[in-house]
Every structure is written in structure tokens, then in C-alpha cells.
């Protein structure tokens, strides 16, 4: 796919959606993140559901430190892999507090360096509250990258580092979201929805659906 199919793709997007954001409801940057850490492998819509109750009591590292593991899994005992989550929550509230000043950092290393925060964890905040251009590919966005040729590769880290630089500078900050929307609503795993995509036509797919 070459640079000029590219700008307009993105061109396209922004056109559709000019101010896009994630789906995860949060009013804060610690907020967002915990909603994140419970995201995986869980969808967006189970975890604000579960989210809603938890930081109507509870939404700073201190508050959901005193929860304590037992009374945070009473939040989020409906979200896959719960047990594990309170655990690393619990744990990332404390460095949080001790480390932080119960500021969430806005470092790629520091982020990562939280329980339950892996690179595609740490990229999602780093986007969605501090405005950067990362890239952080879910399986959404490694289909879409690798469907419609925009940037295949055959890991997360290698689709990652190829859309930092095949996608324009100026979409790169809202490129994420963009491209998970896509993902998730249009060009889905089993049968891409192609006749109702707005880049059907410059999408380099090879099976496409009506």
C-alpha cells in the first residue's frame, strides 16, 4: 500500500469521526487506567458496567488500596480473569501511592513497571490521557492493519512500529482509536461488514464481502 492510499484511509476516518476516544468510561487518568488493566480480555462494555459501581465508592489509588483484593473482587467479579486483576491493582494502587504521589506517570518505562500494565496498557493511557502518538494494537487493530494491508506484520510489535511510520503525523494521535473502531464495529473477525466501509474502496483485501 503506498502513501498516498494511506493519507486518504485516515482522511476518510477523520472526516467520520473527528474527535475519537475510547469506549471506557473514566473522569480521570487514574480512572482510565484501571479501566484499562480490567479491559483485557474483557469487553469495553463489562467493564463499564462494573466500573460504574466501583468508582461511585471508590476512584482514587488510596480509596481502592483500602478496598483491599476481597473488596475489589466484589466490583469486578463479573469481568473475566478477576482474581488476577484485583491482585495487580491492589499492588499497582500501593506503588501508585508510595512511588507517584497517586499521579499516574506519563513514561512509557513507569507505566510498564505497574502490575498488570504491559506495553499495550501503558500505550492506551499514554494516547487517551496525554495526547501522544503510540500505538497500541489489539487484536482489532492487528486484523485491520493486516486485512486491508495498511500494515501487515506478523506480531503486535512489528504493526506497531510500522504504523508509527506509515501512518500520516497528523492522524497519528486519534489513528488508534480510529482504527479499533473499525475493528470492532465493521471490519469484524469472521465476516468483514466491507459493503458498509468507508475505505472499501482503498482497502487492499483480497476477499471482501458485499
Not at 61 to 74: C, F, N, T
Not at 157 to 185: C, M, N, Q, S, T
Request: glycine share 4%; proline share 4%.
Amino acid at each position: 500500500m503506498n502513501k498516498d492510499k494511506r493519507y486518504e484511509i485516515f482522511s476518510r476516518l477523520q472526516q467520520d469521526n473527528p474527535h475519537p476516544t475510547t469506549e471506557l468510561n473514566f473522569d480521570s487518568t487514574f480512572e482510565l487506567l484501571i479501566a484499562v488493566i480490567l479491559s483485557a480480555q474483557a469487553t469495553d462494555k463489562s467493564v463499564n458496567i462494573a466500573t460504574e459501581k466501583l468508582f461511585a465508592v471508590a476512584n482514587t489509588p488510596e480509596a481502592i488500596y483500602q478496598l483491599g483484593e476481597d473488596g475489589l473482587k466484589e466490583y469486578i467479579k463479573t469481568i473475566g480473569l478477576f482474581n488476577s486483576k484485583a491482585k495487580n491493582i491492589i499492588k499497582t494502587c500501593r506503588i501508585l501511592i508510595e512511588e507517584h504521589g497517586s499521579m499516574v506517570p506519563d513514561d512509557q518505562k513507569k507505566l510498564e513497571a505497574l502490575p498488570g500494565v504491559g506495553r499495550k496498557t501503558a500505550n492506551v493511557v499514554r494516547n487517551t490521557a496525554f495526547g501522544h502518538p503510540t500505538m497500541a494494537v489489539d487484536t482489532h487493530i492487528f486484523r485491520v492493519s493486516n486485512r486491508t494491508r495498511i500494515a501487515p506484520g506478523k506480531n503486535v510489535l512489528e504493526v506497531e512500529k510500522k504504523l508509527l511510520r506509515f501512518i500520516p503525523k497528523e492522524f497519528l494521535v486519534d489513528a488508534h482509536h480510529w482504527l479499533i473502531l473499525l475493528g470492532r464495529y465493521t471490519c469484524v473477525a469472521r465476516k468483514p461488514r466491507c459493503g458498509s466501509c468507508l475505505i472499501e474502496d482503498l482497502c487492499e483485501y483480497k476477499d471482501k464481502t458485499e
